[in-house]
């Protein structure tokens, strides 16, 4: 077996929002691999892919199979085609994004949130969940500012949550309702110039509150959270409010890693936030308790969770065969 500390990688989705930032992300965190293959998964396109001074050519994944020669792999792909290589266990160490819809599980991790000693306890292991974005900015706040007896979370997403499709779609909304020809079929939702929540996501909702708690090593006694979608195109808005939050909760969340504080005299706007690796947070304290509102770029923070954990976890391994 090989002990060489630069592995041989592959994303799996990189035609997506969030497999593309994952290619961004490795350049310019100087992620060292010996190989960076990328995928489009079956139902994706091949082409190119520019990242930093390098140029990849973008292959069809046929068969799981074929990832057995790679060390790491991420799996930037919707739930079926991730479980389908999951069930496969080609071989290389597998960082799954698509964990962020589903229940938690014992290995969801991400940055600033799990402790020192789960992450020792977790080195070796084949399969890492990447929590969804909005269960980590939870996570985070809630962290930072100590155990409190429930918080409260409104996340207003804007259509990146669902991916490249997603946006394009909204973009062809948008165009089509200011020419005034717009023509929805019977099940579409338009979501240009639009905000609606939608009851068949209550159960997306629970298993983010789930996820959240389950990072916490302190949890609070309830999580509940509401998901809306907004007619932006990148980013998410998180309010959250957690209930007799400890003296001191905004000096601790000022200094906590992942989150950049923004002072009342300064607009929180999730424009800024995109591109940001940083979770842009505004504090207020109330009677009630805390008052956090954030703005973040969640398929960056995705792909940031993914590669920390090959960070963290995957260069602690021997690679190779």
């Known amino acids: 077996m090989s002990t060489s500390r630069e592995p041989r990688v592959a994303v799996v989705g990189a035609t997506g929002a969030v497999g593309n930032q994952i290619v961004e992300l490795i350049a310019a965190r100087a992620f060292a691999h010996s190989t960076l293959k990328l995928f489009a ?32 792999v991420f799996l930037a792909v919707p739930e079926a085609p991730a479980l389908e290589i999951i069930t496969a266990r080609p071989g290389p160490i597998l960082i799954d994004l698509s964990a962020c819809s589903r229940a938690p599980i014992d290995v969801t991790v991400s940055p600033g949130v799990t402790p020192r000693e789960r992450v020792a306890a977790l080195g070796g292991r084949k399969l890492y969940a990447v929590p969804n974005p909005i269960a980590h900015a939870i996570a985070l706040c809630l962290g930072a500012i100590g155990p409190v007896a429930g918080a409260v979370a409104v996340a207003m997403q804007g259509a990146s949550a669902g991916g490249r499709g997603m946006i394009a779609r909204t973009v062809d909304q948008a165009t089509d309702l200011l020419a005034a020809r717009l023509d929805l079929e019977e099940d579409d939702i338009q979501r240009a110039f639009n905000a609606f929540a939608r009851e068949n996501e209550r159960a997306l909702a629970e298993r983010i509150a789930e996820q959240a708690l389950a990072m916490l090593s302190r949890p609070a006694a309830r999580v509940s959270v509401q998901l809306a979608a907004i007619s932006i195109l990148h980013g998410t808005i998180l309010t959250l409010h957690a209930r007799e939050a400890a003296e001191g909760w905004i000096e601790a969340l000022r200094a906590a890693p992942g989150i950049l504080l923004v002072e009342e005299s300064e607009p929180l706007s999730v424009i800024d936030a995109v591109g940001q690796e940083a979770i842009l947070a505004r504090a207020e304290e109330h009677q009630s308790g805390a008052e956090i509102m954030c703005a973040f770029d969640n398929t960056r923070i995705a792909a940031l969770c993914a590669l920390w954990i090959a960070e963290t976890f995957a260069l602690k391994s021997p690679v190779g065969n």
């Open 41 to 72: 998964s079956s139902a994706g396109s091949s082409g190119t892919l520019d990242a930093g001074d390098e140029h990849y050519l973008i292959e069809r994944l046929d068969d799981p199979a074929d990832l057995a020669e790679f060390d790491i």
